[in-house]
């Protein structure tokens, strides 16, 4: 058949009769409407140059005429791209990270790419085994606060790549970074305690495993020497954890409480508040994270606030730019800034 001699049905028809409503247009049924090989509609569809301008338009209005939808998932591999990028994260519930998700997710679906989450439930060697998984399914990888050993992820890196690392620089591994100076957040934190006159602090400390946490707990430790005594009290990540640390931290006899993040700041305030401890004139409490549920509360939350969504819309440039086959921009590193607000004040002398 001479495809450029146009169709031998109508665009409404195909050779098997009038589709029916509801019934699923295949590529094959377009290729018959259109007189033209199946082969054709798929270059068509795939915005392949090697098709007359004349034809493809003919294939086009015949396609749309049909109601044919193409497969994403088709299309991308026929292009050698499944139009998905993979972000993984070690904890869904906490906001922090819906935030990083929500600037990738905006920033990815602009240049028209959709997201596949997974959730490592804060656990390490789950981890490594959903970004090799999920990596095989997408067309490049966002590792978001990953928990794993520096030695574990640079093994594994040759494995995921494109990739882009969020708050974690590994030694040995060329991905590019985004990330944080948490420890100009912690020593802004650790000057306005001082400037309030605490000289015990407690520190619920995030989980083990978290890059962020050992740096908060390290540049707390360096700065206390001199100022106040820091007493590092095993605690979590969630609402939950706070809420059954606070005891132990007014255990320690602190006048002030620095949460891993805002969920742990949080829980250990509504412990505080169901002890009848009053936040802050007898107790000063500091977070961090400035999820928006800090600001709502009563007192509103003292945070070190955390430019969350651009960290997403940052790592989206990078993995972009490897995806286009572009040298990606140079690493970012943020630096928070301290939102002082009603849950610190003065110590009780």
Known sequence: MDEAAGPVAGPAETGAGQRRRGQTVTIRDVARAAGVSPATVSRVMNNR?????DLARRVQQTAASLGYRPSAVAQGLARGRTGLVAITVPDLG?????SVLRG???????DGYRLLVTDSHELPLEELVLAQESRLRADGLVLCSPRSH???????????????LV???????????????YASGVRAVCAHLGWLG???VAYLEGPRASVPNRERRETL???AEGRFALHVVECGSM????FEAADRALATGATAIVGYNDLVALGAQGKLDEIGVRVPDQVSVVGFDDIPLSRYTAPRLTTVAVPQEDLGREAWQRLGAMLRGEAPPADVCFTPRLEVRQSTGPALR
Do not use: K, Y
């Open 49 to 53: 140059e090697t098709v007359a301008p």
């Open 94 to 98: 906490n906001p922090m990270f819906q």
């Open 104 to 110: 990738l997710s905006r920033a990815a679906g602009r």
């Open 150 to 164: 520096d030695r574990e992820l640079a093994e594994l890196a040759h494995t995921i790549e494109p990739f882009v």
């Open 167 to 181: 708050n974690r620089n590994v030694e040995g591994v060329g991905a590019p970074t985004v990330a944080v100076d």
């Open 198 to 200: 605490h000289s015990r």
């Open 221 to 223: 430790e360096a700065a």
């Open 239 to 242: 609402l939950e954890d706070g």
